[in-house]
């Protein structure tokens, strides 16, 4: 049986470490919200969070050749 891990080309240290990783952030990130958004708003916050976001994104994509596993395809409203 293939593991769900598998079709994210990592193996299990890896997919560990990454779903901790996330569990780590996604908690430290709820307990930093309130205080950040007191002292800099939700604007800076939030386009401090997309620069850091794009920047982890580039930096983990530099270098690779494959295509992406996944297209994401945003549309304009609700369809009908």
Do not use: C, K, W, Y
């Not at 901790?20 to 708003?41: C, D, K, M, Y």
Request: charged share 10%.
């Amino acid at each position: 049986m293939r593991s769900s891990h598998g079709q994210f080309g990592l193996d299990e240290l890896q997919f560990v470490l990454l779903f901790g990783g996330s569990a780590v952030a996604l908690i430290g990130g709820a307990q930093l919200n309130p205080p950040l958004l007191r002292r800099f708003g939700p604007h800076a916050i939030a386009s401090a969070a997309s620069a850091a976001v794009g920047g982890i994104v580039l930096a983990l994509t530099a270098g690779r050749r494959r295509e992406p596993a996944v297209v994401l395809q945003f549309t304009g409203g609700p369809s009908s």
